[in-house]
């Protein structure tokens, strides 16, 4: 785990990252440098193949929800948006891989392993995830923005 300025981090780094965690706040809000199509950009350049980009979205919906139609035009559609319970944020989830399709039941089998072994409702957060997909949520966000 590395603390950094994102795009700093991302213009300094080399391919290959398997899943990139941003937390794209500063002091005053949204980090203005990842506030833009070239961050995603960069970040899909350096994920590898199969790599994740994650990123915190936190206040007024109206503030990211451009960020939204950016992510989805860079990654070809390729993400998930699930809402932060009781306190309105959402965590966007963008995929390199061109077609991924999340094997549904297999992640439902394997969050009820990982609750066992770790005590962490993993299986909620599944179904989260599946029902924000089938639910487009993420395209709605971007949508709305416009």
């Known amino acids: 785990m590395l603390e950094a300025d994102g795009a700093e981090f991302l213009a300094n780094t080399e391919k290959g990252i398997d899943a990139l965690l941003v937390d794209a706040f500063d002091k005053t809000g949204f980090a203005p440098s990842l506030a833009n199509r070239e961050f995603f950009e960069n970040a899909y350049a350096k994920l590898s193949g199969n790599g994740v980009l994650v990123i915190n979205l936190a206040g007024e919906k109206e503030t990211y929800a451009g960020l939204i139609g ?3 035009h860079v990654f070809d559609d390729q ?3 699930i809402s932060v319970p009781d306190d309105g944020n959402h965590v966007l989830y963008a995929f390199k891989e061109r077609h991924f399709e999340p094997r549904w039941r297999w ?9 066992a072994k ?4 993993f299986p909620a957060f599944v179904q989260k995830m599946e029902r924000s997909t089938k639910l487009g949520l993420a395209r709605r966000e971007a949508i709305r923005r416009r």
Request: no cysteine; charged share 25%.
């Open 70 to 72: 950016e992510a989805m």
């Open 79 to 81: 993400i998930i948006v």
């Open 118 to 121: 770790f005590g962490l409702d």
């Open 107 to 115: 992640l439902h089998n394997y969050a009820k392993e990982l609750r």
